[in-house]
């Protein structure tokens, strides 16, 4: 059974600075560009611990944050 992460994603926030949060693939990724980290589902759990989460480059975050639906923004 897979997870409907968008919905997810609404509820949630970053627990590092608490801004809001869109969904790339099987990740939650911080909308804050400061912040720029990632936080893992595994098991269809959304891991939401500051100290799992992993660093994006600013690149890649930039990549994301367009591809991401402005309904989440």
Request: proline share 8%; aromatic share 6%.
């Amino acid at each position: 059974m897979s997870i409907d992460l968008q919905s997810y994603a609404q509820l949630l926030v970053c627990p590092a600075c608490q801004s809001k949060l869109v969904v790339d693939g099987h990740i939650f990724v911080c909308c804050a560009e400061p912040c720029r980290l990632k936080y893992e589902v595994k098991d269809d759990i959304p891991v939401m611990l500051s100290d799992e989460a992993q660093p994006i480059a600013p690149e890649e975050w930039a990549a994301i944050m367009q591809r991401a639906t402005p309904v989440n923004l």
